[in-house]
């Protein structure tokens, strides 16, 4: 495997820090889905700690799904650089500058 550039493991800082983010959010409203019945009933103490320890699996399941579903997808998104199409040139990296003539005006 080669070196990556900065920009490769800029990418992969921003993607890990948006799977971290979204995936502890996403955790917060399954723990608080799952356990906002013990707020608006009177529940037995017992149902209580049942429905706050399921509610900690589901979160605890759905923060590694969506960990691994974010990270795993990022590697086939790939890069965004222009590449050459069935083996024709490659895509300039800057468009024609104003007023300047160009074979192609």
């Known amino acids: 495997m080669g070196r990556r550039s900065q920009e490769d493991r800029d990418a992969m800082t921003v993607e890990i820090g948006f799977a971290l983010v979204s995936a502890a959010f996403l955790a917060a409203a399954a723990f608080v889905a799952v356990t906002m019945t013990t707020v608006y009933f009177d529940l037995p103490r017992t149902a209580e700690r049942v429905l706050v320890r399921v509610g900690a699996v589901v979160a605890a399941v759905v923060f590694v799904a969506r960990l691994v579903d974010v990270l795993w997808g990022f590697p086939r998104r790939g890069s965004r650089r222009p ?9 300039p990296s800057q468009p024609s ?8 005006s």
Not at 83 to 91: L, M, S, Y
């Open 83 to 91: 590449t050459a199409v069935h083996g024709g040139p490659q895509a």
């Open 97 to 104: 500058q104003p007023g300047r003539t160009s074979p192609d």
